[in-house]
């Protein structure tokens, strides 16, 4: 079974940096993409990052916040979410999702919501 497990959260005053990381495995081929989600009490589940795949492409829907960035280390099978001058906004659960296989880029730089497998969250809380 695919399995992904996202760590890192945590409380940050506003201002300040954390990064979440995601590990994936359960899958045999190397052809995916990774993006990264949150949702907030009572708001809607929402893309917060670009999408990295294993052709080393970058995937990014227009809205994405540009304080927040995607990396990968596609040899640990571990995406990465830098989150710099966090605000009290950003509070939510933060869930990593993956598809394999890949699909078609433009799907991911629509804003994807519809992955095929979800990690469990980690909470980002940022006092103001």
């Known amino acids: 079974d695919v399995q992904l497990q996202a760590s890192g959260g945590g409380l940050v005053q506003a201002g300040g940096s954390l990064r979440l990381s995601c590990a994936f495995s359960?899958?045999?081929?190397?052809?995916?993409?990774v993006g990264w989600f949150r949702q907030a009490p009572g708001k809607e589940r929402e893309v917060v990052s670009c999408f990295s795949s294993s052709d080393g492409g970058t995937y990014c829907p227009d809205f994405v916040n540009g304080r927040f960035t995607i990396s990968s280390d596609r040899a640990k099978r571990t995406v990465y979410l830098q989150m710099n001058n966090l605000k009290a906004e950003d509070t939510a659960v933060y869930y990593c999702?993956?598809?394999?296989?890949?699909?078609?880029?433009?799907?991911?730089?629509?804003?994807?919501?519809?992955?095929?497998?979800w990690g469990l969250g980690t909470q980002v809380t940022v006092s103001s």
């Open positions: 999702a993956l598809d394999s296989p890949a699909r078609n880029p433009r799907y991911y730089r629509s804003g994807a919501l519809d992955m095929h497998w």
């Open positions: 359960g899958f045999t081929f190397d052809d995916y993409a």
